[in-house]
């Protein structure tokens, strides 16, 4: 049978927990920041030279970067990936995507026909406009801002951008 004394005690013990939790959760949270981080995003990375896309063919390029947090400074990595395809005609003109898929975050390859682009973790699929072609992602994949340098062979250049997964808005992570 438990007392009265015993009653408040337990009340004590359990209300010092609660608030010990709540202090902790976010404590946690803030040291483990830098390390959820995965790298910088937002600018021009250049990929390539216009002469080597082949026109209506998609290609996959790496981002590679080194990271930094408060604490370590990591050797070079992946952080991420781009597709490029170069539209035929004379004019320079080149459609690139984040490799990064908007259901959940996987990357996104090609199909079996290497005539659609398709995310192996969920099976959803995507013309190589970036339309959805079946109902798996949220959205579309997510067009990246081109430019080219001035010159007779100009270099391919990206905003290399990460957006938020399951959304059906494209919107950039922060
Ligand atoms: S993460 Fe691509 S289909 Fe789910």
């Not at 946690?28 to 021009?44: A, H």
């Not at 590679?64 to 947090?69: F, G, H, S, V, Y």
């Not at 408060?70 to 035929?88: D, F, H, N, T």
């Not at 290399?160 to 997964?165: A, D």
Request: with cysteine; charged share 20%.
């Amino acid at each position: 049978m438990l007392t009265r004394r015993d009653f408040y005690r337990f009340l004590s013990i359990a209300g010092g927990n609660a608030i010990a939790l709540a202090l902790a959760v976010p404590g946690v949270r803030y040291l483990l920041d830098p390390l959820t981080k995965k790298g910088q995003t937002g600018s021009f990375r250049t990929l390539t030279r216009l002469s080597q896309l082949e026109p209506g063919k998609p290609q996959a390029f790496p981002i590679i970067e080194a990271r930094q947090d408060a604490w370590v400074k990591y050797p070079k990595e992946p952080v991420g990936s781009v597709w490029l395809i170069r539209q035929p005609g004379d004019k320079p003109v080149v459609l690139a995507f984040s490799g990064e898929c908007p259901h959940l975050g996987c990357a996104v390859g090609l199909s079996a026909d290497q005539k659609s682009f398709f995310c192996p973790c969920h099976t959803s699929s995507f013309g190589f406009d970036g339309s959805m072609q079946n109902k798996v992602p949220p959205r579309g994949m997510d067009h990246l801002q081109v430019e080219f340098t001035k010159e007779a062979d100009p270099q391919v250049q990206v905003m290399f951008e990460r957006f938020q997964t399951q959304s059906t808005e494209r919107k950039p992570l922060v």
